[in-house]
């Protein structure tokens, strides 16, 4: 399935991608609490994985195996595939020269992701599958899938292409296009990259409603021939976000009030 550029709600910090990511060997970086320090493992003769420590330890600590006979519970890794699980280590990935990976920022590196926050740090791998970790409590997670769609109006003026990520509904959006383009029209802006565009409106689960000015890709028209019919008098509704079409023109808004009316006459956002 197409995957629609739509706005993102989160910072995403990502470190250089210089030599020592291309090579064989780990990238580590830590939390300003300096408690819990990660390291991406790349080593040429083993499979690529993510591995955290939490100088702590978890909390609540899972029964100790019978197998592992050195320390337990100083963390968690996993791979690219398959589910996190407890450290059970005779080493240790502690770094205090590892970059700080601030509150707010999103480390990500070989198809993994991690988000620190005061609370914790919240980790995924490609497959959804990931764990959290912070002074207090610690747990293993799988994350629902996230989900993706478009519908168009009856007129086939108007294709949405909406998305819906695991952590529902806070990461829901949606992005919308006018073929006859949004009257009046955007103020133009510079455009360091893509081109300027008029025809465009996105919206999140949470945030206003913002016309997307600038932009290198299609957007929803590129999954027009895939979209649903939304029939006048009906609604979709998923993820905190709802649209509405009409005769008049289509409705958008989110679960804070904020939203959208977009129609060949006129467009507005409230």
Not at 30 to 59: Q, V, W
Request: net charge positive; aromatic share 10%.
């Amino acid at each position: 399935m197409v995957r629609i550029g739509l706005a993102l709600a989160a910072a995403v910090l990502v470190f250089p991608a210089g030599a020592s990511r291309a090579a064989s060997g780990a990238d580590t970086f830590r939390m300003p609490s300096g408690n819990i320090y990660c390291a991406y493992e790349h080593y040429s003769f083993a499979p690529k994985d993510l591995r955290c420590e939490i100088r702590t330890g978890i909390k609540p600590l899972p029964p100790k195996p019978s197998w592992c006979d050195v320390d337990w519970g100083a963390g968690y890794a996993m791979r690219q595939i398959g589910l996190a699980h407890v450290l059970c280590i005779g080493d240790t990935i502690y770094d205090p020269n590892a970059k700080v990976l601030a509150y707010g920022k999103t480390w990500t590196g070989g198809g993994f992701s991690c988000t620190s926050r005061p609370a914790g740090l919240r980790c995924l791998n490609p497959r959804g599958h990931g764990f959290f970790l912070s002074k207090g409590h610690s747990y293993t997670f799988t994350e629902a899938a996230p989900a993706y769609g478009a519908f168009k109006t009856p007129s086939g003026n108007i294709v949405c292409g909406w998305s819906i990520g695991g952590a529902r509904p806070a990461s829901a959006s949606i992005e919308c296009g006018i073929k006859s383009g949004l009257k009046p029209s955007p103020p133009r802006v510079h455009c360091t990259a893509g081109d300027p565009n008029d025809k465009r409106i996105s919206l999140t689960a949470a945030g206003r409603a913002i016309p997307v000015t600038c932009a290198g890709d299609p957007g929803p028209f590129v999954v027009e021939a895939k979209a649903t019919v939304l029939r006048y008098g009906k609604t979709w509704a998923d993820g905190g976000i709802s649209c509405t079409s009409a005769t008049n023109g289509l409705t958008c808004r989110n679960r804070a009030g904020h939203g959208f009316f977009l129609s060949r006459e006129r467009w507005r956002s409230f």
